[in-house]
């Protein structure tokens, strides 16, 4: 059954509407673009005509040809008797192959925080090569992981302070291999889980998928303010609590080891499970000192690692460090859809563990230099944004000068720069995210500067109210 959505729902997700040019295009452009960043999802179904007539003030003629563009450029089918149901289509391009709609290759995407692989990395492809004849004598299925890399993996976790054996890991494919393997196995539909918001907008995805209930964290001086946490654990029980401790994504914020040891406290006395997502904690530019690992504070935490930000995104290799009593149902639950990550991959992975500090140095210093070229490029065009900046992490969070997240992505896609809006960090309570952006600088410099040009015009055309046009495509990739 579809989704019905409410007119004043899809009003409230339309944010600031200036109606400057033709109601009808501007309209279409922004539902376009809530349907491209995953804010209204395949399957959706609109309200009718006539209520979204009453919701906005508008004629009916003028929503009338908004649901005609929309069912025009493939993103809305309408039937007799069924209503008008959101369509996501699929072009392929040469840019990425998550392009919902080709967006032309002079298009720049700043909608995910990875990079280029760093120097070394070929070599570590070499070196994983002399191992390859051994692999190939055994049958390559590998639920848990490569002996080796498990063994690496948990020594790392020793050496930042946290005792772990090789039995307490299990390598997936990808972080996100992992949380949806740990969704799984921890949570039942109707589940609460604890998220932050902001927060990581494909790991609600991966609880929501479950039938997971999120309790949104709202954000204070950090995206871990204790006092809202106590009253959402007063609120009811909760299985779950999903955090990005290390260089938080998207603000970059990093958690204390006061303020592990007091949520850890917190959440062990409400019995809620700590889901703990280190993807970004490899990521320290300015080498501050860090805390120790969450599940130093708590023992039945089970984190998520990755070798993704750190290394590269194309090995696509994750892991679960987990209580030993866990290990064996995560590993049962995922022998029913997944036997195993790429053998191979995880080779290079272990090879690179052997001797990451040179492969690390040069990832950081590359993103150190993008880092402060892309700040100085904001503050030199776009003075009015205020940016929040962080010892770690591959983005900046921007804080707008107004309520314009949405409205300003709109106007960028027509100078080909695609972003995503601060809407689709929130769990909840998503008008919040009407004044923020997420800048990742990740691209390389020229790049950088490419991108800051076309977002400055996009804010001087918006801010002058101009006339918009149509919105080419958006990327639901947020990394």
Not at 8 to 27: K, V
Not at 382 to 388: A, G, R
Not at 403 to 414: F, G, N
Not at 426 to 445: D, I, M, V
Request: charged share 20%.
């Amino acid at each position: 059954m579809n989704v019905l959505l409410s007119a004043s729902r899809l009003r409230e997700l339309l944010g600031e509407l200036s109606f400057d040019g033709p109601a009808y295009r501007e309209l279409s452009d922004r539902i376009r673009l809530l349907i491209l960043d995953g804010r209204l999802s395949h399957g959706t179904r609109l309200p009718s005509e006539r209520e979204l007539c009453i919701a906005l003030g508008l004629s009916r003629t003028t929503v009338s040809r908004v649901y005609a563009e929309l069912r025009d450029s493939g993103f809305l089918e309408s039937r007799r008797g069924s209503g008008s149901v959101i369509r996501v289509p699929y072009v392929a391009s040469s840019t990425s192959a998550l392009i919902a709609h080709d967006t032309g290759e002079t298009s720049v995407s700043l909608t995910y925080a990875a990079s280029a692989a760093p120097a070394g990395i070929g070599r570590a492809f070499s070196a994983a090569m002399h191992g390859l004849p051994a692999l190939l004598t055994t049958t390559g299925y590998l639920p848990d992981g490569l002996p080796v890399l498990r063994e690496r993996i948990a020594a790392h976790y020793a050496a930042r302070g946290l005792p772990t054996t090789a039995e307490q890991i299990i390598v997936t494919s990808g972080a996100m291999g992992a949380l949806s393997l740990i969704a799984r196995t921890l949570l039942t539909r109707g589940d609460r889980v604890i998220v932050e918001s902001p927060g990581y907008p494909h790991a609600f995805d991966a609880l929501s998928s479950v039938g997971a209930r999120l309790s949104a964290l709202p954000v204070g001086e950090t995206p871990w303010a204790v006092q809202p946490l106590r009253a959402i654990l007063r609120s009811g029980p909760h299985r779950a609590a999903y955090l990005i401790p290390d260089f938080h994504n998207p603000t970059g914020a990093l958690m204390t080891d006061a303020e592990r040891e007091s949520i850890a406290g917190l959440l062990r006395r409400a019995h809620v499970t700590p889901v703990i997502d280190e993807t970004m904690s490899g990521v320290n530019l300015d080498g501050v000192p860090m805390p120790l690992p969450f599940a130093a504070y708590d023992n039945r935490a089970v984190t998520v690692g990755s070798a993704a930000k750190t290394f590269w995104g194309g090995l696509r290799i994750g892991w679960i460090r987990a209580p030993r009593e866990l290990v064996m149902p995560l590993i049962q639950a995922r022998m029913s859809s997944d036997l195993g990550s790429a053998a191979f991959e995880q080779l290079v992975v272990a090879e690179i563990l052997a001797s990451p500090d040179e492969i690390i140095a040069d990832a950081l210093k590359s993103l150190r230099r993008q880092r402060a070229h892309l700040r100085a490029a904001i503050a030199r065009e776009l003075p009015d944004f205020e940016l929040s900046v962080s010892p770690g992490g591959m983005s900046l969070w921007v804080t707008l000068p107004r309520r314009i997240s949405t409205a300003l992505v709109a106007e960028a896609a027509r100078h080909e720069l695609i972003l995503t809006p601060g809407p689709r960090f929130f769990a909840h309570h998503r008008a919040a995210g009407e004044r923020h952006l997420r800048l990742p600088y990740t691209h390389t410099t020229d790049m950088l500067d490419e991108a800051v040009s076309r977002l400055a015009a996009a804010y001087e055309q918006k801010s002058a109210h101009s006339r918009p046009h149509r919105v080419s495509g958006a990327i639901d990739l947020i990394a």
